[in-house]
């Protein structure tokens, strides 16, 4: 991994916290930005960025920070890897748009190409073989590009819609799947998120996603499934009302929450028997990030829609929807993008795509795994945590306040990362009192072990300030 081994900025020396945070310059462009950007931005801690490199954030008073972030799981080959910054380049001098839901272009049909050909195949699941392009079929496969991972659900939203011609949505608490109003419709995971917008898109209803640490003992973690297919399909709607169900393989948003390995299997069988359709919300968990291209190919399931953003082009934006051509079947003009599959955005994503085939998907995979395991001895020495969970680079630490109880340690999870900002780890919370890490997947094991180093200073000094 020559971008990991020889990058300036991955030596030991990071972090390197030299000002009071913010300094003068970072302060000066908060002042600034606040006084004019939206209030509704959520600004957890003021960092002010200067540039990115690898896994290094270098703020606008030289401050560097190891980033455990990834612009929220979107710098996936790290920021500004060099061959993404290349491919960019090089398109910026021939063709930065024409759109391609109007005419055509090569980069587009590339990319196209590409993720039909990625798409995950049903297979057995946590195979240990390496991950071949897929199966006979994937030429059928359609691609529609948008600009974020919110267009792209409002598009496999509607195209659920146009295929089945079924009104009803099912979606789960705890989901994060955008802030536009079809999105935000299917959204349940914090009511800040939807307050004040209602109302929302009909007939969308929202389900239990099983909690695995959550699930009182002796109770069955897939109950929710039973109380859809007797409670719901049998007293409040017929299943053939439903188009859809939206899922995460892992939720993002909702607390870094691993399902039993039995869930998505089970919930694919109960919509093939009705006819409904399976829509994988892979924005978050999709491109390498959980130690396979995409999440559900830990279990071995096949979604008739998939969504796709974040990771996919390094940090330029770009969505993306693929589905089988008999699902993907509406006709010209009843959905388009003026900006979605923009060419620079293709390349970028074409040259990610070939990194983590090559490297990523691997180094996500074995540090995750390390990761993990150096958590899971954390939480032998800090009583405050009460879970770790996650696959590859996609974990979540769970803080409680008592571990018989588990009630949730909210503001001491927010105290933790501020603590950590503090001392240059870059960090952000999800659900009520999880921590997720979604570093970039450059990173190595020395800066995996420097995070664990950090996050263990700052519980430490949290349980001393407590005391």
């Known amino acids: 991994m020559d971008y990991m081994k020889t990058s300036a900025t991955t030596q030991t020396s990071v972090p390197s916290i030299r000002t009071p945070l913010p300094g003068p310059r970072a302060r000066a462009l908060i002042e600034a930005d606040e006084r004019f950007t939206s209030p509704s931005y959520t600004r957890v801690y003021p960092l002010a960025v200067k540039r990115g490199e690898g896994a290094v954030i270098e703020d606008l008073d030289g401050?560097?920070?190891?980033?455990?972030?990834?612009?929220?799981?979107?710098c996936a080959t790290g920021h500004c890897h060099p061959?993404?910054?290349a491919a960019v380049r090089e398109q910026a001098g021939k063709l930065l748009h024409m759109s391609g839901t109007d005419f055509y272009y090569e980069p587009q049909a590339e990319l196209a190409r590409k993720l039909a050909e990625i798409f995950p195949a049903a297979s057995v699941p946590d195979a240990q073989s390496?991950?071949?392009?897929?199966p006979p079929g994937s030429a059928s496969r359609r691609v529609f590009f948008t600009n974020s991972g919110a267009e792209a659900v409002e598009a496999a939203f509607k195209l659920a819609r146009w295929n089945t011609k079924r009104k009803r949505i099912i979606a789960f608490y705890g989901a994060f799947h955008g802030r536009t109003m079809g999105a935000l419709s299917l959204t349940a995971s914090k009511t800040g998120q939807r307050r004040g917008f209602g109302p929302f898109v009909p007939e969308v209803t929202h389900i239990d996603y099983p909690d695995p640490y959550r699930t009182p003992d002796g109770?069955?973690?897939?109950?929710t499934l039973d109380h859809l297919e007797r409670q719901l399909f049998a007293r409040a709607f017929p299943p053939e009302e439903v188009a859809a169900v939206f899922v995460e393989p892992i939720q993002g948003e909702g607390g870094y929450i691993v399902p039993p390995p039995e869930f998505h299997r089970r919930l694919k069988s109960l919509c093939e028997k009705h006819g409904i359709l399976y829509v994988a919300d892979e924005v978050q968990t999709g491109m390498g990030r959980t130690g396979k291209m995409f999440a559900l190919e830990h279990w071995g399931v096949e979604p008739d829609i998939l969504c796709l953003a974040k990771g996919i082009a390094s940090g330029l934006p770009l969505g993306a929807i693929v589905?089988?051509?008999?699902?993907?079947?509406?006709p010209p003009g009843s959905h388009a993008s003026t900006f979605g599959g923009n060419p620079l955005s293709c390349v970028a994503a074409i040259e990610t795509i070939r990194l983590i085939e090559e490297?990523?998907?691997a180094n996500s995979a074995a540090i995750g795994d390390h990761l993990l395991s150096e958590l899971r001895a954390l939480a032998g020495r800090h009583a405050i945590i009460g879970d770790v969970r996650g696959k590859g680079l996609m974990i979540g630490v769970e803080l409680v306040r008592d571990r018989e109880t588990k009630e949730r340690a909210t503001t001491e999870r927010n105290d933790v990362v501020q603590r950590c900002f503090r001392k240059g780890l870059l960090l952000l919370g999800c659900g009520?009192?999880?921590?997720?890490?979604?570093?970039?997947?450059v990173i190595d094991r020395a800066q995996a072990d420097t995070a664990i180093r950090i996050l263990d200073e700052a519980l430490s000094e949290l349980a001393a300030a407590a005391a």
Not at 63 to 73: E, V, Y
Not at 219 to 223: T, Y
Not at 323 to 330: E, F, L, S
């Open 432 to 441: 009520e009192n999880s921590i997720r890490l979604c570093p970039p997947l």
């Open 359 to 361: 490297e990523l998907m």
């Open 130 to 134: 390496v991950r071949v392009a897929s």
């Open 219 to 223: 109770a069955d973690p897939l109950a």
């Open 323 to 330: 589905a089988r051509g008999d699902i993907m079947d509406w």
């Open 83 to 85: 061959r993404v910054v």
């Open 63 to 74: 401050n560097l920070f190891l980033d455990f972030t990834a612009g929220i799981a979107v």
